[in-house]
């Protein structure tokens, strides 16, 4: 498949669908303001840094990462940039801050937890248990699915890298057998586990944004990409 379509302009490409990105963040940036009003929600420092502050770098990281991979991705699909400058090395340093990006909204997770700990409980505390080892379980399964099934490279999108990842079909074994989209169905239930672990309103609602807003890359980044590189609707 060509990098696009003659009928579309390299411009209305690399924006494709992100007007609604932008709203997006912008109804998000909103909703934090309201959940600053909420009891309890920025209670707690950790490292001498305030749960507020925590609380901001852990919604701005997820915003950085994705709008990242939206650069990346669009301007390697329709213009192959990075892979003109950067050659086959390209992919790899885009890797490396993905992954970099990625941990990082893991180990703030955290950080925001601790600062802002016990100040939810969802009964008793064996209610947390038993989600934490769900989602870690199910987290489990969706790495070894990944690893084994899918590829590490292809999760972080070498199909717009790579023409050849694109002749290969979709993959219906492990856990993407049962779940369509398991990576972000199942994969961001690991970023509850961190509120789970510390009993942290700031950290689960956090973290519900941040499950909330990778399926906004899905559907205004990710889909219309693979429209465009599988052909799908």
Known sequence: MTKNSEDDSIPSLLYEKQ???LIAIILLTISLF???????FTKGTFLGITTSIWIIIAFIIPIVHQVFV?????????????????????????????MILFLSRFLVLFALAIANSNTLILGDYSIHITLIMIFFLLGLYLIYSVERFFGIKRALGIDHFDDNYRKKSLVKKGIFRFIDNSMYVVG???FYIPGLVFSSLAAILIAF???????VHYYVTEKPDMSRIYGQN
């Open 19 to 21: 007007q609604y990105h």
């Open 70 to 98: 939206l650069i990346i991705w669009r301007f390697e699909l329709h213009l192959s940039l990075v892979s003109k400058k950067f050659g086959s090395l390209g992919f790899i340093l885009y890797g490396i801050i993905f």
């Open 209 to 215: 944004i941040h499950h909330i807003y990778i399926w």
């Open 34 to 40: 309201f959940l600053f009003s909420l009891n309890d």
């Open 188 to 190: 961001f239930l690991l």
